[in-house]
């Protein structure tokens, strides 16, 4: 079974706007990672973030992560219509420590322009 | 540097058929990783390499058979197809000390 769940799985807003995903996990982690997926393309890494981290941000990207409620985010500021894509969390859990990935199903997530 | 490249990037096979699905990487790696993506889906771990030489099974490895032939490829076989190994398939690396994983644009798979 799936370790992450996203929510929502389809998010569609306006451009401009700010985009909020948000990743559910069961078991302990290292740090769970964000990858953005274009339609008919691979996936491309976004943000990391460690167990012992609460916050981060690369450009308009804020990844935090709530270890107690096993929840993180994903916040898009200032959103633009190149960011339609779905987006994936990945987990690293302590029992497979760093030797495998676990993703979760995605938000599809388009900005109209 | 072509990161990581999969061949072939279509294919449609008729229920019973074998083929290999090939992943080459050129930035060194350590680990390697096949993945199926079905619509709507996220990616499930179909079988990894932590090394050159070693593989394990990941979430759903029934029907499928793996080879790590050197640091570069891995290769992912299927023997006999069935119309539910319909999917799109990932390889992924994964360098010795970083977690990020790096991934190939995809075989789409048709069985029929």
């Known amino acids: 079974s799936q370790q992450g769940e996203e929510d929502p799985q389809a998010l569609s807003i306006q451009e401009g706007e700010n985009a909020t995903m948000n990743c559910s996990y069961k078991?302990?982690?290292?740090?769970l990672q964000w990858y953005r997926q274009n339609s008919g393309r691979g996936l491309v890494h976004l943000i990391l973030?460690?167990?012992?981290?609460r916050e981060k941000h690369s450009g308009r990207l804020r990844v935090t992560l709530d270890t107690s409620k096993k929840s993180s985010s994903l916040l898009i500021t200032a959103s633009r219509a190149a960011d339609t894509a779905s987006y994936f969390c990945?987990?690293?859990?302590?029992?497979?420590?760093?030797?495998?990935?676990?993703f979760g199903e995605g938000t599809q997530l388009t900005v109209n322009p | 540097n072509a990161g990581v490249t999969q061949t072939p990037k279509f294919q449609v096979l008729k229920t019973g058929q074998s083929m290999t699905l090939q992943c080459a990487q050129d930035?060194?790696?350590?680990?390697m990783y096949w993945y199926r993506q079905d619509p709507g889906m996220g990616l499930r771990l179909i079988y990894y390499s932590a090394s050159e030489g070693t593989t394990d099974k990941g979430e759903v490895p029934n029907g499928y058979n793996v080879s790590r032939l050197n640091k570069r490829e891995f290769s992912l076989r299927l023997e006999s197809a069935a119309p539910s190994q319909t999917s799109v398939y990932f390889c992924a690396t994964h360098p010795l000390v970083a977690e990020t994983q790096y991934f190939g644009p995809g075989t789409r798979l048709l069985v029929l």
């Open positions: 930035m060194n790696h350590n680990s």
């Open positions: 078991t302990s982690i290292n740090n």
């Open positions: 973030i460690r167990s012992n981290e």
């Open positions: 990945a987990t690293d859990a302590v029992e497979t420590s760093g030797s495998r990935l676990t």
